[in-house]
């Protein structure tokens, strides 16, 4: 029997090592880093080595994506994608078996390198691997990956330390490594480098610079830091009300798994052109505006709130913000811009909190989400002044 035009198509066998890959490297991200900080094996002894572990991991990701979506285009995706993956497999290897508060500083910079490898990589292939026509649902598969792996991470790493330590939350991420590095190598197929134009530092430097690329990459760094933002500060708001632990985790769960369940709705909407990428990327913009203007309303509605609306907006703007760059991107270079796009999110990362905390610092915290999301605020009216249809199923010029 026919498919009926509504059904929906489940995605290909070569896509799903892909997003057990997006999987991995956020698994691995939060699982270690939300229980690095109620360890008493000595691994860690103060606030600034707990600083220091987390920020392992993201700095080498900030320092080496672009180097590593680079090299994707150069030797081809799924060698480094492979090559990455058993690389996070080994690192976390090396402190499962040396149990040793020493090798835990290894072990982390290990799995951060690794993960700069095969996180730009996969997210190349995604791209590669689909049409045009199918990237915005393609995409929003493998954000749904990722968003499962940061909201299942704290929690099964929980459960994992509790019962074996950290030592066996490693264990578990060696395996977990190797096994999607192997089923990587055996189901996704070899996608070969093409030929490149002779590309200068100042060529690059415009290609960046074109707002094709820096209107989306915006959006996805705005999006990461009022999502980072979120997980950090939500939190300290409930308490602040008065709210306590329970409710204070289930919204943060309800932020994560809001992005979540959006992602694969808005990616499928952009293939069937119900939406454009301009339009959705603004509108992603404006949800995520409107949830950190929830979080300076009072109470456990402000906080709840403030979970769905910025699970939405970023639930909306990943899927679309991607598949935008990679159409636009000549096949060519698919792995260098999603590298710079990579780098993009990172620096938002980082940069969403820090915002908040400072503004919070020198006057209250609700003045700290006003802040960001007057800044996000802003990348809305631009991104809505500058669309022009579709960018997303318009292929840019070779």
């Known amino acids: 029997m026919s498919a009926t035009p509504s059904a929906r198509p489940a995605p290909p066998v070569r896509m799903w090592p892909l997003y057990a890959a997006g999987f991995t490297t956020a698994f691995g991200a939060h699982g270690i880093a939300a229980n690095l900080g109620g360890l008493s094996d000595g691994a860690v002894t103060s606030l600034l080595v707990l600083g220091g572990l987390l920020a392992l991991y993201d700095g080498a990701e900030v320092v080496l994506k672009p180097v590593f979506g680079s090299l994707a285009d150069r030797v081809g995706a799924k060698p480094v994608l492979v090559g990455g993956l058993t690389a996070f497999g080994a690192a976390s290897a090396l402190y499962a078996l040396a149990d040793s508060p020493g090798w835990l500083w290894a072990a982390r910079l290990g799995q951060g390198a690794a993960a700069s490898a095969f996180s730009p990589s996969a997210s190349a292939l995604v791209a590669r691997l689909n049409p045009a026509a199918r990237r915005g649902r393609a995409f929003g598969g493998y954000g749904f990956s990722k968003s499962l792996g940061y909201t299942l991470g704290p929690l099964l790493g929980g459960v994992l330390v509790r019962a074996g330590g950290l030592r066996l939350l490693f264990t578990v991420l060696a395996v977990l490594g190797g096994a999607v590095a192997a089923w990587a190598a055996a189901a996704v197929p070899a996608v070969p480098p093409l030929p490149r134009r002779r590309q200068t530092v100042l060529d690059l430097a415009r290609r960046l610079a074109d707002p094709v690329f820096l209107g989306p990459t915006a959006a996805l760094a705005a999006a990461t830091a009022a999502l980072s933002a979120g997980v950090g500060f939500l939190p300290v708001s409930g308490a602040a009300a008065g709210l306590g632990p329970l409710a204070t985790g289930a919204a943060v769960s309800v932020l994560a798994a809001t992005g979540a369940v959006v992602q694969p709705y808005a990616g499928r909407a952009l293939d069937e052109r119900r939406v454009t990428s301009g339009t ?119």
């Open 280 to 398: 959705g990327l603004a509108a992603g913009l404006a949800l995520t505006a409107a949830g950190l203007g929830c979080a300076m309303v009072s109470g456990l509605a402000g906080v709840l709130l403030a979970a769905v609306l910025i699970g939405a907006g970023t639930g909306v703007i990943t899927p679309l913000g991607f598949a935008a760059l990679a159409t636009r991107t000549p096949e060519e270079r698919m792995g260098q811009t999603m590298g710079a796009a990579e780098l993009g999110r990172e620096l938002g990362d980082a940069g969403g909190p820090l915002l908040v905390a400072g503004v919070g610092t020198a006057a209250t915290l609700a003045y700290g989400y006003a802040a960001l999301a007057a800044l996000i605020a802003v990348g809305c009216v631009l991104a809505f002044l500058r669309r022009t249809g579709s960018p997303a199923t318009t292929p840019r010029p070779r």
